[in-house]
């Protein structure tokens, strides 16, 4: 199975409101890290997270390493919101690769 | 702060040809990626290295040749491309700190006819 799994697959907001993302993780976890790739494909860091919890914005993200999942959320969602979200995983162990989630589609309508 | 090019943005190839794209980075970062992207799909590691010299295989190595001439510099060729092959191979690179933080580049469209 996936060792990284994001939740929801596809997701749609109306302007102005709130959500969440969740990953959740089959592997021991170190490092999180949030992508959001917008829609010409470019993909932007969003957050690098050991456990805690970080804030930018209207973006707040959360790595619990004793549960294993981590969570991005977006208040006040905006139409530039919208792309794919991915978090990709570095697992204990010192290899040098990060394990990618497939990956939330959010649209942000008016 | 640094940056990450990928030459070219667009590449257009024939079945069976050979093809090289290319990533640069001036961050200094000592590991580099690339990965591959289909259409609505997520990332797949290809190859990565370690350091200048490196070269480590990921999930989707087949198919691919990689090199690291540089510190700098990470190039990636499909051996032989295939017909209607379309992707984006998405080039990053990390330093460790805490972890591997990546950046990544703009990426390379191919297109295969």
């Known amino acids: 199975g996936d060792q990284v799994k994001q939740s929801p697959s596809a997701l749609s907001l109306q302007e102005g409101t709130n959500s969440a993302l969740r990953c959740n993780f089959s592997i021991a976890t170190t490092t999180v890290q949030w992508f959001l790739q917008n829609p010409r494909g470019s993909l932007m860091n969003l957050f690098y997270?050991?456990?805690g919890t970080k804030e930018n914005g209207r973006l707040k993200s959360t790595f619990n390493s004793k549960e294993s999942y981590s969570t991005l959320h977006i208040r006040d969602a905006q139409l530039e919101d919208s792309g794919t979200y991915f978090c990709a995983a570095e697992t204990s162990g010192g290899n040098y690769k990060p394990t990618f989630g497939k990956g939330t589609s959010l649209v942000v309508h008016p | 702060g640094g940056i990450i090019t990928q030459t070219p943005k667009f590449l257009i190839g024939q079945e069976g040809q050979k093809l090289t794209l290319k990533c640069q980075q001036n961050f200094n970062h000592d590991t580099m990626y690339w990965y591959r992207q289909d259409s609505g799909k997520g990332l797949r590691l290809i190859y990565y290295s370690i350091t200048e010299n490196d070269l480590q295989k990921g999930d989707l190595s087949e198919g691919y040749d990689a090199s690291r001439e540089k510190k700098s510099s990470f190039s990636l060729t499909v051996t032989s491309a295939q017909k209607n092959e379309m992707a984006v191979f998405l080039c990053a690179s990390s330093i460790k700190g805490l972890g591997y933080e990546q950046y990544f580049g703009p990426g390379t469209r191919l297109t295969v006819l």
């Open positions: 997270l050991v456990p």
